[in-house]
């Protein structure tokens, strides 16, 4: 397993988690139907999703930090992508990564 499906492995279980979180918050559990068409997300719950994660990605403390995040698990844009984008060494995008998704994963578990 590469890194970068190590990391985006990472952040697809941080969103589980907050949509988690969320449902159980808004106290929206939602039984498991057997249908595959019911089990599909609705058009407002994917909104929520989206709203979350993006609160949770604004609350991040870098903008950097967002961008490379943001270019990497949004844009599925490779580490090397992003660093030409942002003229700055595949290295210090993977480090920042790292950064991120440690701050998003103790703001998740407060």
């Known amino acids: ?27 929206r ?3 498991v139907l057997s249908t595959p068409e019911l089990m599909e997300p609705s058009f407002s719950e994917k909104s929520e999703n989206k709203i979350v994660m993006q609160q949770y990605l604004n609350g991040l403390s870098s903008e950097l930090g967002k961008k490379v995040i943001f270019e990497i698990y949004i844009n599925d ?4 992508q992003v660093a030409r984008e942002l003229q700055i060494s595949q290295q210090a995008v ?3 990564k790292k950064k ?9 578990n407060f």
């Open 1 to 27: 397993m590469g890194v970068i499906d190590y990391y985006r492995q990472e952040l697809n279980r941080i969103a589980w988690r907050m949509q988690y979180r969320s449902r159980r918050d808004f106290k």
């Open 29 to 31: 559990e939602v039984s």
């Open 77 to 80: 844009k490779t580490e090397t």
């Open 94 to 96: 993977s480090k920042w």
């Open 100 to 108: 991120m998704i440690q701050e998003l994963y103790q703001k998740m």
